[in-house]
Structures are given as C-alpha cells and as structure tokens.
C-alpha cells in the first residue's frame, strides 16, 4: 500500500486549518501549517508507538511578530533542538515540544496541560488513550480526519508484528 502522506496530512487537516483561521485569523492559520510540517518531519524519526505518554507540540500565535517572546504562562524549556532527528537520540515516551521562530524545538521541563496551552496557540496532542487532536483557542477539541489503522495520519505507517510487515510486502511486491 503507497500512501501520500503530503495529500493525508493536507486532508486530515482541513478542519483543524478553518478552525485556526477563525479562531486567529491568518497567523492561526500559518501557525498550523508550520505545526503540521514539524509534526511529519518529527514522525520521522519518533513513531508513535514510542510515545507510550503522549506528544504535544506547540505553535504561540505570538511568534511570528520578529523578537517576541514566549507567553509567560509556556513552560520552561529544558533544552532546543536544531532538527527534528535529534528526537531520535532521546527516544522520549513523553514530550512537550515548543516550535520556536528560528525553527528550533524548545523541550520544556515538564509536561504541561495542553488546554493551557491553546488560548495562546495551536496545540497539536497525540494521546495514545485518546488518539491525535488539536486544540486551537479556546476552541473544542478539533481531530483531524482519522485513516483506520494509523495512530497518526501524520506518521509514517509502521507495523507492530514481522508478520504483518512481511505480508503486506508479497502483497505489494510479489
């Protein structure tokens, strides 16, 4: 099975993209596109299985005015990444990321509600008791639209048992 995972997220977004347009105009709009961007480049290096306690990423409206700061209510961050992959080195099962104006990601200390989060941003949240969602303002929750198998129509789909992997393999190339 070939998915085109650009069109997927493009699709699964909809939603979540009329909401942040409304919610805060243009820049919410903006903020979720560069969120979803992040989000497929970090599925490249975490799957969502690795997250037993969730992910939450981060985009402050505020951030796209050069020099502004952080909302003093964000948490405080523990380290920033220059890439994605460096993702990959820490193997976290929880993660609070924080995407910053120069395209670095901000880890905060702790993992804070993400509710307390929205009214400042666009919230992207992967539960794996709850699925995938966003929160945008003080907006309901919005999920994007779900693909049957997939924990995150933004990952790459992997498969938890050898033998599932090997037969969609024949399948496809045999």
Do not use: C, K, W
């Amino acid at each position: 099975m070939t998915v085109d995972r650009e069109r997927l997220a493009r699709i699964a977004s909809r939603e979540p993209l009329a909401r942040a347009q409304r919610v805060f105009g243009e820049p919410g709009a903006e903020a979720l596109v560069a969120l979803v961007a992040m989000l497929r480049q970090i599925y490249e290096y975490i799957a969502p299985e690795q997250l037993t306690g969730g992910l939450t990423i981060v985009h402050a409206i505020n951030l796209h005015d050069p020099g502004a700061a952080l909302p003093e209510h964000f948490p405080i961050g523990a380290r920033d990444l220059t890439a994605p992959a460096q993702l990959a080195e820490l193997r976290p099962a929880s993660i609070t990321l924080i995407i910053l104006p120069n395209g670095y990601l901000r880890i905060a200390e702790d993992d804070p509600d993400p509710r307390s989060l929205a009214p400042d941003a666009v919230v992207y949240r992967y539960d794996p008791e709850h699925g995938e969602y966003f929160l945008i303002g003080d907006q309901e929750t919005v999920r994007p639209e779900s693909v049957e198998n997939f924990l995150s129509v933004y990952a790459i789909p992997t498969f938890f048992a050898l033998e599932a992997a090997l037969r969609e393999y024949a399948r496809e190339f045999l």
